[in-house]
């Protein structure tokens, strides 16, 4: 049961918590907030771009866009749009951790910045979702949408993999490039 609420749960974190749905939603748009007030993303005035498209990431990051929307912080614009003070990405931890995992064997470790949370005009306001919790988050709010098909190699699969067996490895990995990022 949901642990504050006492309603059927939808979704368990590692540490055996569960939320409901309407939890879920909370602790969804509170993460947002946080990630935006930790990583500095949105201030008010912006004038956020954003690719418009069916794919579940980008149909999330337009629903959370309206969150700053609704507050009268913002302006959110589609792509293409040249007066945009900033252009909002949907990657998220899973993303993330696939690229810094890669960019680390590659042997291009000069090139882990471009996996930070804000690079100039681009930010990513899902950074810390996984796949997981932004795909719940859709079907929960009723979010019209078509899963896509990753295309996946052998270190997509072995930190897939590495995931199913240790939860919370591919959090590890962003947060280590975090600790990089503050020690800069």
């Known amino acids: 049961m949901c642990k504050q609420c006492e309603q059927?749960?939808?979704y368990e974190f590692t540490n055996k918590r569960k939320l409901c749905k309407s939890c879920f939603i909370k602790y969804f748009d509170k993460k947002v907030l946080y990630i935006n007030r930790k990583f500095d993303l949105?201030?008010?005035g912006d004038?956020?771009?954003y690719k418009k498209s069916n794919?579940?990431?980008d149909v999330v990051l337009e629903d959370i866009l309206k969150i700053f929307t609704n507050r009268g912080m913002i302006k959110v614009v589609k792509l293409p749009f040249k007066d945009a003070t900033k252009v909002a990405i949907s990657f998220n931890i899973d993303i993330e951790s696939d690229i810094i995992i890669k960019t680390i064997i590659n042997g291009k470790g000069s090139k882990l910045h471009?996996?930070?949370p804000?690079?100039?005009k681009i930010i990513k306001p899902l950074y810390l979702f996984t796949d997981k919790e932004i795909l719940l988050y859709a079907k929960i709010k009723g979010l019209k949408f078509k899963e896509k098909k990753i295309k996946?190699?052998?270190i997509t699969d072995f930190i897939n993999d590495l995931e199913i067996k240790h939860p919370?490895?591919?959090r590890a990995i962003v947060n280590s490039l975090l600790e990089i990022e503050d020690a800069l």
């Open 114 to 116: 471009e996996s930070f």
């Open 8 to 10: 059927n749960p939808v």
């Open 55 to 57: 794919d579940v990431k």
């Open 118 to 120: 804000k690079i100039g």
């Open 47 to 49: 004038i956020i771009a």
């Open 152 to 154: 996946k190699d052998k």
């Open 168 to 170: 919370e490895v591919k």
């Open 42 to 44: 949105i201030k008010s």
